[in-house]
């Protein structure tokens, strides 16, 4: 397995429009996080999988954001009518769950450019 | 409620000096997790260390060693003789077994840049 894989790697749209994510974790990873980080800040949470139940998600996410996992697979973030706030990088890791303490695997993220 | 401070926000050495990474955390949880993490240009954060709440030794990895300290909330990292492949911002995080998931609560992140 070659860890955790994000697609796109860039993603630069209008404002107003739509976008989805995608990450693939590793695959016995049962667990999956989306953060997101802005220039010169460190990520911050937003949202996390344990298979395919969204368990917690973070008042950053505001309603405009939804994110899936079916079949506790691959993972989608979608932001609808983005704004230039939303300019930032998408994170994801992935984690084995159960076991408390284990070190999250990041990919390489989304930077989103909302103009 | 949990916080990650990394009050250096740049630090600059020349090739082949140390350079010490401070962390500092706020957390009510007893149990917790503490990590480093690198994140080079290309964005992807690397996993350096992982330290729990009831283990307070130090820890050497070969250039780099890690200095926890629960009476001052404090794990600092320290990278030995380095190399302009450190450059790289590194971050501090925190994980609390009361919080869901293992999430994780980062510091701002500190920019280190070797010069050659």
């Known amino acids: 397995d070659t860890g955790v894989s994000q697609n796109p790697r860039h993603k630069i749209t209008k404002r107003g429009q739509n976008v989805t994510f995608r990450c693939d974790p590793i695959s016995e990873h049962n667990r999956l996080y989306w953060y997101r980080q802005t220039l010169g800040q460190g990520p911050e949470f937003l949202t996390y999988?344990?298979?395919?139940?969204?368990?917690?998600k973070s008042r950053l996410l505001s309603d405009r954001f939804s994110a899936e996992r079916p079949k506790g697979s691959f993972s989608t973030l979608e932001i609808q009518r983005t704004e230039q706030g939303d300019s930032a990088m998408y994170l994801c890791?992935?984690?084995?769950?159960?076991?408390?303490?284990?070190?999250?695997?990041f990919g390489q993220g989304t930077r989103l450019t909302v103009v | 409620a949990q916080k990650v401070t990394q009050a250096q926000t740049e630090i600059s050495v020349v090739e082949k000096e140390d350079v010490t990474l401070d962390c500092v955390y706020e957390?009510?949880?007893?149990?917790?997790?503490l990590f480093w993490y690198k994140q080079p240009p290309s964005g992807e954060l690397v996993f350096l260390i992982r330290r729990n709440s009831f283990d307070e030794q130090n820890e050497i990895s070969g250039r780099y060693s890690w200095n926890f300290q629960k009476s001052t909330s404090s794990f600092n990292f320290t990278i030995t003789a380095s190399q302009v492949v450190d450059s790289a911002v590194y971050f501090c995080?925190?994980?609390?077994?009361?919080?869901?998931?293992?999430?994780?609560?980062f510091g701002g992140g500190t920019r280190v840049l070797v010069k050659p």
């Open positions: 890791a992935s984690s084995l769950g159960g076991v408390y303490g284990t070190e999250a695997f």
């Open positions: 995080a925190l994980s609390e077994a009361k919080a869901a998931g293992n999430k994780l609560t």
């Open positions: 999988f344990q298979n395919e139940a969204q368990l917690e």
């Open positions: 957390t009510r949880d007893t149990t917790y997790y």
